[in-house]
């Protein structure tokens, strides 16, 4: 079977010494193997995105030997695949529409009788303050440019694999490591995905999708085998496992790595320009100074 490794990040800042170890990875775990790396530029947010970065990104990448196929795959000329997934979900009853703000989601859940609320891969977990729906919004005509959520309760009904009491698993190979050492098979129930995740976006106002959409599809579009990155996105795997049971797509292999952390602990962000690959270009550094750097 091909290996095909991916790395995807967005053109909104430059690329840091954490991006540089991802793609290192990648780039040396499809090389080990015998397979093929893939870049691809994650710019669904077009009001942050800017070609200067994306430039860059291909500047650094190079610098670092780092090479790919041509043309590049943007998410930005896919929306009519993520539109045609996201009728379809519409279609099967899986998505309902959603008017909340961030306030108001707030606020729902601090509400006395709520309790503490539930922190997920997307930040608070959704407290269902726009549902119910009626019973079969396939009925209903598909909304444009309207917030969309995955009805996570139908879903958990009807997919995974069934166990003891009908209790509903999905699971995913990990060959790194997630945040709690998780390796190997890593399974999770429908209830966990319930309670722990909830009914994620899937469609964001004047964007037509969400990043946990196109990386599922896009990963898909272009036979990605192996996915290689950090420990931050480990829970986020679960969502996509379940996007891809639910569209009816491979599930690749994942392999989540440690992240490059400052000297006081915390993960370094694209606001981290003192650790940004330009710059230390720009001082004279090598390749082989930043895999050091990094600990390759």
């Known amino acids: 079977m091909a290996h ?8 909104t800042g430059p690329l840091h010494l954490g991006h540089a170890f991802s793609a290192l990875t990648a780039w040396d775990r499809a090389a080990a193997n015998g397979g093929e790396f893939l870049l691809r530029i994650e710019d669904i947010d077009q009001s942050r995105a800017r070609s200067e970065w994306e430039a860059q990104i291909y500047e650094d990448l190079a610098w670092l030997g780092i090479s790919w196929p041509k043309p590049v795959l943007r998410q930005s ?5 993520y539109r045609k ?13 959603c008017t909340c703000t961030r306030r108001d989601i707030i606020e729902a859940t601090q509400a006395p009788q709520e309790g503490a609320p539930v922190h997920g891969p997307d930040g608070v ?30 879903c958990s009904m009807t997919l995974g694999e069934p166990r003891l009491n009908w209790q ?12 709690n ?3 190997g098979l890593v399974e999770f129930t429908a209830d966990e995905a319930l309670k722990t995740i909830g009914d994620i976006v899937l469609a964001r106002r004047d964007m037509g999708t969400s990043y946990h959409l196109s990386v599922v599809l896009d990963d898909a579009f272009q036979g990605v085998t192996h996915v290689t990155r950090g420990q931050d996105l480990f829970e986020a795997t679960k969502i996509h496992v379940i996007l891809q049971k639910l569209l009816d797509l491979p599930t690749p292999t994942y392999h989540h790595h440690r992240l490059i952390r400052d000297d006081n602990g915390k993960r370094l962000a694209k606001r ?8 230390y270009r720009a001082e004279g550094a090598t390749p082989e100074d930043i895999r050091r750097m990094v600990g390759l």
């Open 4 to 11: 095909v490794e991916r790395f995807a990040p967005s053109p």
């Open 77 to 81: 000329e896919r929306r009519s695949a």
């Open 85 to 97: 997934a996201l009728k379809y979900l519409w279609n099967k009853n899986r998505l309902y529409p």
């Open 125 to 154: 977990v959704y407290p269902g303050t726009c549902f119910p729906y009626p019973a079969d919004m396939s009925d209903h005509p598909f909304p444009e440019n309207q917030t969309l959520r995955l009805d996570m309760n139908v």
């Open 168 to 179: 509903r698993y999905f699971s995913f190979q990990e060959t790194g490591a997630g945040p």
């Open 181 to 183: 050492g998780e390796a």
């Open 272 to 279: 981290d320009d003192a650790r940004a690959i330009s710059k």
